[in-house]
């Protein structure tokens, strides 16, 4: 039982502190490149329609909007992270979260990268792996980034996790 909360703890403060990181890459990199960032409320919108059965977009920008889209955007974005956290930790272990190291989290975090590529993308209508966009390698490599850095604040968040609370 205590290895079960131990596991939930860790991978809601490794996924949220994560998620910070990827957030943090996302302003500076909008600050220092011009590069904006995912609108979290389009993510929303995507939400709303599939709960309603619609899976698929031409331009998620252009579909109606969905009453608190922006909030269920960033709510899912946080649960995605914690998500992935804790798919971090049912292949490493809860041993990872108490000695973390660079490579695992660093797989798990580019392995994530597939979500928006086969999954996200095109069903917001900009195709797989970014195809329809107007610049796909760029739209590629700005995803394999940010969800590098994801990787790198895995394991950052892990190791904070356990020098503050379970020393």
């Known amino acids: 039982m205590f290895d079960a909360v131990e596991f939930l703890a860790r991978a809601m403060l490794i996924g949220t502190g994560a998620t910070v990181v990827m957030d943090i890459w996302g302003l500076v990199r909008k600050r220092l490149l011009g590069i904006p960032s995912l609108d979290y409320a389009l993510v929303g919108r995507w939400l709303g329609h599939l709960a309603s059965g619609r899976l698929r977009h031409d331009r998620i920008a252009a579909s109606p909007q969905v009453a608190g889209e922006r909030a269920i955007g960033w709510a899912a974005h946080y649960l995605i992270g914690i998500g992935f956290a804790g798919v971090l930790l049912a292949i490493f272990g ?39 966009t107007p610049h796909p390698w760029a739209a590629r490599l ?10 790198a604040g895995l394991y950052a968040a892990g190791w904070l996790t356990g020098l503050l609370l379970y020393p």
């Open 94 to 132: 809860l041993d990872w979260a108490r000695q973390p190291s660079i490579v695992p989290a660093l797989m798990v975090g580019i392995g994530s990268v597939a979500a928006p590529l086969l999954v996200m993308q095109p069903a917001m209508g900009a195709g797989i792996a970014a195809s329809r």
């Open 142 to 151: 700005q995803s394999l980034l940010t969800h590098a850095v994801f990787g």
